[in-house]
């Protein structure tokens, strides 16, 4: 997957309909709140809680390939650098390491990775992803919070 900076107004349009997606949603119970930052100083505010209902993605099992349902209450709502926010539910790993989130239309992965996180964005031609945002946890819930 490749790496850019993509959070300029060429990409607004596509985040305008994740945004109306996600205005649709199941109420959500927030559980947590993190802030991760990149190196180059963009931040990436998460919030992870869960839905009143099961979102329910289709996966291909890894076990034989074929079509099956997965269902996951939890969800994340992501700020992003840009202050554009965007929805995801949790959804089979297809990473090596993680917890995987992607949005209702699959153009947004978020994984979360321990104290980091990545953010990917599927290419127009929906052939690959490509990484947008990596960084590294700069604030958490203080205990008790």
Known sequence: MKKSNIFSSAVK???IGALALAAGCASFEL???DV???EEGNVVGVDY???SKDHVFMVV???NGKLV???SDLMVRITLPDGNRISGYRTLNTFPV???YMTDDERWIYLANG???RIYMQLDDKSDYLLVFEGNLASAPKKGE
Do not use: H
């Open 69 to 71: 349902e997965y269902k």
């Open 31 to 33: 559980r947590q709140s």
């Open 49 to 51: 809680g869960r839905r």
């Open 13 to 15: 349009a596509s985040l």
């Open 98 to 100: 993680g917890t995987m």
């Open 61 to 63: 099992s890894p076990g």
């Open 115 to 117: 104290f980091s996180c």
């Open 36 to 38: 991760f930052a990149d």
